[in-house]
């Protein structure tokens, strides 16, 4: 490790002043950078790309947890089979298995109206509201800092949403710095139009995700409908086609090796311009010790399944999600250890507090740096205690479910608007199912195991890290936790779930007086809870309010080095630019930046996942690929690579050539990139994009629909 | 795999025609195909390399089951780490752990000598003794031809060591047509001079095994000794270095992507020109269904080890073998499958068959191929049955010993050489052994769910199919087979050690009179074996009869196609050429040809079995490759790929460059080769060799020894 870290140091120095293709950038940024953007290779004006609220960024839409675009004046939309999913399952029946077969609708009429719930939502105001959120603030520390943004982003998004049909939130920009506030159109009819089988969306599924070369035609194509006064409104066959006020054109020609790519859309949450003792936490502390902690969750379940089937298929999901965990986690520590992120970020904060202490500006902005850097070290003392007791109600399934009865008793007296988020009127169903779903999940001997893995750990925490209420309900010792555990776990009645929906609907009165020695645990347990809690968002309010300082530091100097700064990732519209790559992911190994549809056919086993459709084969077979074959190769391209600065929520993003036409869909990054949420390294970031030629050939040659070719705006061959 | 197959027919029959590079060419073959060597960009004579028994190829020996190469004019000899792994652990102990730490000898006396059974064998003769061989054979058929090829065979060796100091065997060539006597000087001496530790020398082990790209320093440097008169001798203090007849040069150069290459070295056994009816065989029959019966025992040994920790520990031996079995023949399948091998032979066989019947030759060679073919189609009726009969013997571990002490018992009183093979005088203490083994190897529960296994599937075969005596011992039905293997299994005491070394020692009268139920089994099966074995040979001594015709219609064929052909492999010295070639594995993944020390720091975790050693990375760090580096990269060099034809048995062997120098040594083919020992598909047949500019710089830098770069005659930089 050390080696490495010495070796590749020199070597990350080196990427870091060559990488010009990071960012994940407002759009408002773009002007500021239109000589890097020429220099890329963009032949468009990067002012047209500066207000999300015009043509061409307002055609590209949140949908479903991901990103999506229009591409038609009648309110086509692409995104990916992925995001689309649920539309699709929704459609699916016993006899109409559109998951297995796809789906080509036939003409409007046939267009299927998607779950209730899925939503579309075009961005129509991104306003600067710093002022606003922060005046009641200023002057304020701590809980109350938290408190008063808190208030402020809620009366705005309030009276925003009073115009019917709108969904509204609060982005900060650079951690407290600056607000925005975000008004977007919501959709709520939104109809199936194209989906090819899952064989084809999704060939490879778990097995080839974050791999590459991938193999998947990721895409979905859904249309928008609006009432008939032009309106937001629920399916009614009445609606007609929503009338987007742009929408993106379709490339006829492909991208090769080399090429400048653009990409629009909502990415999640980065930590790029975290401190450096920030990511030497992550890489240090947080992500080896929950891989550990987890790990050995994850082996509780594994013996205990061993030994009693029935409880293998109860945990049988929570085991998944545990291993999803783990791996990303380990995916995550092995990227940043492979970037050296530790050590080039701590490099270049030195030099950047080096040069800070020569400017003027220096001296005022000091002072809040160095409390960010006392908050962040501070957190050292109980992360461990968090951590834990964090699992506690996570990694639990009865004492999650009695945690949750206990609050909401406290939170449902209070007026809505004052409960705590995830315990307020709208919160409650999801509550009430969750209760339910513990019937299913539960096993006693499971649950005291699980607990006891977190608790011997907490166990060893010294006392000032210890809470007094967990040391009273599971002891300080492990024969004090097994026989506290053996009393609950018998003792309880709220393994039954009549008695767990009978305490749910109960008063708040009654919960309180109930004796059940879970929910008498729970009740010792919550003031230790709450005292976290307000720990934290007290911690938040004071990051909030000094960490600007910090991001404003970090801008001057970047300034210096000739570079503009992004903010980190908050699913506000972004776009980033850069380049169709290969990835030399490993000593003498070559990833191809185009993959074809050879490696369909070589992946195909006949079995799922590989188990690629009859019409796609017999078309590949075919070999018909004109006007969509790569001209040099002679190759029918499936999926594209790039550089692209992306992340979770990125899914379904267009991907636009240097003219701004589009020429794949974001549906993926490479394993090798899982740690880009912390540190973007050029030598390893690559996304993954559905080539839109392919997607055009399976709509001309294996599924046909001519009409949606013609609607799309490009020729059949 | 229907439209994989159509797909790649085409591309195969390009591949073919196009394959220069296939071939493991006897010696003698060389001068014949010396434009295809020049044009491959040898620069030798080929006719130098026509007789194996004179310089350079009798520097070329055999030694611990692989090649190796003499390097130097007193003795010393270079093979892979694993093929000298028996030494290095041999002449570890408490306190001196070679396997860890590798070895430097010191001087002459520090050179450490090889356990006792530790052979090198130097090729000396090479003679043609077809007439010899077949003289006695000539007129007759099936098990007559066999035993008199047999017989003769037998009295040539004797008479060949007869001289002191000589191993002798015969060799066929053709399957048939001509035979060899190899006669080759044994050395008992062999010396340990120089070995990488473990880290080295197998960094990646399992993991890597059958990998490309892979960084292993796979060598090990050896000395022959012999007796003070120059003759073999046991090992002895006053020995002195053998001075061989030739020794190959070091080069001073390296490889790159491109470069001519050649290697000799003893592959083991291929299977290139089996009929069409034998490659469809295997891939349609013997591979998927050896993949299923393996499985099911693997199945049966896992199931129980988990009910049962100690059977599972006994078993544990057992299950690796199962699982290298059938990852070995699911890989060759698999690759058989890829280069669509049963339709290409398909095809060249039916153009041969249709050219063949346009010649004046055909009609005499049409009969005895007719009558090949005829009896390889017969061979389907009783290849199930043969199967699952041979696995008895071979996947139990009490029955086994039965059947040993069984047959033991009626070839005792014969003379020796009239003994089957396998149970002469030379064979009886590894029997003795394997009985002894069966202590820690055997579980009653789990040899009779093994049996059951094979023999339910046994019990479905068609009547003509199946064996009296083995329905006589197991039954017709399941219920039947439980109630003989309870009878047997509860009845037996041939579970306890001192009753299996009694009845090894004991007289075949008494074994033939014992009632123990399981040796009442194996002499009641033993008919049925013999019956087996002599259909085996009658089968064998026809085809041995027969298939020089079809041999030689193939050669004339080949002629007629401007190609020479090369005997099937059969452990004799062989010759193959080439060039450094990178891997195009699979749609958009390339291997590059040469690895670097780069890759060696990537896949260090710091845990076996990617632990490389401190000094080595010290040494990585430090970067000091002058006079090693690749010339245009400036990186240092691990391993290169090429695509020389090799197989199991070419283990250490070396690879030569345009001018005959030492350039890399043999040690393992990558995964998608498995296949090639029945077709050489150039797309994906690669050979992987250790890059001797990485050995020099480890002797050189790492480890360094001054006097052996100095005996091998190549610079310190």
New interface residues.
């Given amino acids: 490790?050390r080696?490495?870290s010495?070796?590749l140091g020199a070597a990350m120095a080196l990427a870091l002043d060559a990488n010009a293709d990071e960012g994940m950038w407002l759009p408002s940024q773009l002007p500021g950078i239109a000589k890097n953007l020429k220099n890329a290779g963009f032949r468009g004006d990067p002012k047209d790309l500066a207000d999300l609220t015009r043509a061409p960024l307002n055609a590209v839409v949140r949908i479903g947890g991901g990103t999506g675009s229009f591409v038609s004046d009648e309110g086509l939309v692409v995104t990916n089979h992925h995001v689309a999913f649920g539309v699709i399952q929704y459609n699916s029946k016993p006899g109409r298995d559109l998951i297995a077969n796809g789906y080509v609708a036939a003409d409007r009429a046939g267009e299927l109206p998607a779950n209730p719930d899925y939503r579309l939502r075009v961005t129509v105001g991104f306003d600067k509201v710093t002022d606003r959120i922060l005046s009641a603030a200023r002057g304020k520390t701590g809980r109350a800092y938290f408190d008063a943004v808190d208030a402020a982003s809620k009366a705005l998004v309030a009276a925003c949403e009073g115009e019917k049909g709108y969904k509204c939130s609060v982005a900060t920009m650079f951690y407290g710095r600056d607000f925005y506030l975000v008004k977007q159109l919501e959709l709520r009819d939104i109809r199936l139009v194209y989906a090819p089988p899952r064989a084809i969306g999704n060939y490879g599924d778990e097995i080839d995700n974050f791999m590459?070369?991938r193999?998947a035609g990721d895409f979905t194509i859904l249309r928008a409908y609006v009432g008939p006064n032009g309106e937001p409104a629920d399916y009614s066959p009445d609606n007609k086609p929503y009338r987007p006020p742009s929408h993106l054109k379709l490339a006829t020609e492909g991208v090769a090796e080399g090429d400048f790519v653009m990409l629009a859309g909502y990415p999640g949450i980065t930590y790029r311009h975290r401190t450096a003792a920030e990511f030497a936490d992550q890489v240090e502390w947080r992500l080896p010790t929950s891989v550990a902690v987890l790990k050995a969750l994850q082996d509780v379940i594994e013996a205990k399944g061993?030994g009693d089937k029935e409880a293998g298929i109860r945990y049988a999901a929570q085991l998944q999600s545990l291993k999803n965990g783990i791996k990303r986690f380990s995916g995550e520590l092995e990227g940043l250890q492979?970037s050296d992120a530790v050590a080039v970020r701590r490099d270049d904060e030195a030099a950047m507090l080096a040069w800070l202490a020569t400017q003027p500006e220096g001296k005022a902005l000091q002072p809040d740096i160095d409390a960010v850097m006392a908050l962040i070290a501070r957190g050292k003392d109980v992360r461990e205690r968090d951590l834990l007791v964090g699992l506690l109600s996570t990694q639990t399934q009865l004492l999650k479910g009695a945690l949750a009865v206990d609050r909401l008793s406290v939170e449902r007296p209070k007026p809505d608007e004052q409960r705590e988020t995830g315990y307020q009127k709208r919160d409650e169903e999801l509550i009430r199912s969750q209760l339910k779903q513990i019937q299913r999940r539960y096993d006693p001997a499971v649950e005291k195991a699980l607990v006891t893995s977190m608790m011997l750990r907490y166990q060893q925490l010294p006392d000032a890290a210890r809470l007094p209420e967990v040391d009273a309900v599971f002891g300080r010792t492990p024969a004090d936790l097994a026989a506290a555990l053996d009393r609950i776990y018998a003792g309880t009645g709220f393994g039954a779930d009549a008695e767990r929906t009978r305490l749910f609907a109960a008063s708040p009165a009654d919960v309180a007086a109930n004796r059940d020695p879970l929910l008498v645990a729970a009740r010792a347990l919550r003031p230790a809870m709450l005292r976290i809690e307000d720990e934290r968002k007290s911690r938040e309010g004071d990051l909030l309010r000094l960490r600007p300082a910090y991001m404003q530091a970090l801008i001057a100097y970047r300034e210096k080095q000739g570079k503009a700064v992004y903010p980190d990732a908050n699913s506000t519209l972004r776009v980033s630019y850069g380049k169709v790559t290969p990835l030399a992911a490993?000593?003498?190994?070559?990833?191809?930046?185009?993959?074809?549809v050879?490696?369909i056919?070589?992946?195909?086993t006949?079995k799922e996942p590989f188990d690629a459709p009859k019409p796609l084969?017999?078309a590949?077979?075919k070999g018909d690929f004109a006007g969509y074959a790569d001209p040099k190769t002679g190759a029918m391209p499936v999926d594209f690579l790039s550089n692209l600065d992306t992340t979770g929520g990125n899914s379904g993003s267009p991907v636009l050539n240097a003219k701004g036409e589009l020429v794949g869909l974001n549906f993926d990054s490479n394993w090798e990139a899982v740690s880009a949420s912390w540190m973007y390294d050029p030598r390893y970031k690559r996304a993954i994009h559905v080539d839109m030629r392919y997607m055009r050939w399976l709509i001309d040659k294996v599924y046909p629909s001519p009409a949606l070719l013609r609607e799309l705006g490009v020729p059949r061959h």
Same sequence: chains 1, 2.
Avoid at 586 to 596: E, F, I, P, Q, W
Avoid at 601 to 604: G, I, L, R
């Fill in positions: 490790m080696i490495r010495m070796m590459w070369p193999h061993k492979r490993r000593d003498a190994v070559t990833y191809a930046s185009l993959t074809t050879a490696g056919v070589e992946k195909n006949g084969l017999d590949i077979r």
